[in-house]
C-alpha cells in the first residue's frame, strides 16, 4: 500500500530564516506530487505540483520554491521566511494520469505546521 | 479561468439534523471528488463521481453530480459528532492536471 510522510510535523521559525520542508511517498512509482498550503479555518491553496522528476509548475508567485531530486521525494524551501509564511503546509499525491490514466484522487500527508514569528 | 463556490462556509447543527454542502462550477466539469478534513487532520478523499446526474451514497452521506456536470451536492443524513470536519469539493477539468479545491464547508455538530 501507499503512505506519504511529511517533516517536521510542527516548525516554528524567525522572520527571514531559511525554511526546507520534506515530503516522501512510498509504495508507488512516478507519481505526481503537490504542494499546498492552508490558513487557519480556511481552503487549500495550490503552491507547486510536479509530474516528473525535476518537473516544477508553480501556481502562486511568492517567496517559496519547489524541488524534486527523486522520484518519491518533493521539497519545499525558502530562502528568507515572511510572516505571512505562517500555515499547514500539505504534501499529497496522486496517480500519474500520462502513465496510469483515470482518476486524480489527491492523498495527503500529515501535514507540517509552520509557524513564523 | 475555472472558478468554483461551495457554500455555506460554515454550518452549526444538533446532533441528529440533516446538513448539506453545495459546490457550483463556472465551466463543465470532467468530474467531482468530496474530501473530509477532521479538525487537526488532513482532507481525506471521500468519493468521486463523474457521470452526469449520478447520486452515491456512504452510510448516511448522500452525494449527487448535477445533470449539467456543473455542480454537486453531499448530504448528510441524522449527523453525528463523528461528522464534524470540513468538506471540500475538488473540481476536475478535462485536459488539467491539478484538482481545483473549493474553500470549504465547516460543519459543527453539538450533541
Known amino acids: 500500500s501507499q503512505t506519504i510522510h511529511q517533516w517536521p510535523a510542527t516548525l516554528v521559525q524567525p522572520v527571514g530564516s531559511p525554511l526546507s520542508l520534506e515530503c516522501t511517498v512510498e509504495g508507488t512509482s512516478n507519481p505526481n506530487l503537490y504542494w499546498y498550503r492552508q490558513a487557519a479555518g480556511r481552503g487549500l491553496q495550490l503552491l507547486f505540483y510536479?509530474?516528473?522528476?525535476?518537473?516544477i509548475s508553480s501556481e502562486v508567485p511568492q517567496n517559496l520554491s519547489a524541488s524534486r531530486p527523486q522520484d518519491r521525494q518533493f521539497i519545499l524551501s525558502s530562502k528568507k521566511l515572511l510572516l505571512s509564511d505562517s500555515g499547514f503546509y500539505l504534501c499529497a499525491w496522486s496517480r500519474n494520469l500520462a502513465v496510469e490514466g483515470g482518476e486524480k484522487t489527491q492523498y495527503f500527508g500529515p501535514g507540517t505546521r509552520l509557524l513564523v514569528l | 479561468g475555472q472558478q468554483v463556490m461551495q457554500i455555506p462556509q460554515y454550518q452549526h447543527v444538533q446532533e441528529g439534523e440533516d446538513f448539506t454542502t453545495y459546490c457550483n462550477s463556472s465551466t463543465t466539469l470532467s468530474n467531482i471528488q468530496w474530501y473530509k478534513q477532521r479538525p487537526g487532520g488532513h482532507p481525506v478523499f471521500l468519493i468521486q463521481?463523474?457521470?452526469?446526474?449520478e447520486v452515491k451514497k456512504q452510510k448516511r452521506l448522500t452525494f449527487q453530480f448535477g445533470e449539467a456536470k456543473k455542480n454537486s451536492s453531499l448530504h448528510i443524513t441524522a449527523t453525528q459528532t463523528t461528522d464534524v470536519g470540513t468538506y471540500f469539493c475538488?473540481?476536475?477539468?478535462?485536459?488539467?492536471?491539478?484538482?481545483?479545491f473549493g474553500k470549504g464547508t465547516m460543519l459543527l455538530v453539538s450533541p
Open positions: 475538488a473540481l476536475s477539468y478535462s485536459g488539467y492536471s491539478t484538482l481545483t
Open positions: 510536479s509530474v516528473g522528476i525535476g518537473q
Open positions: 463521481l463523474v457521470k452526469s446526474g
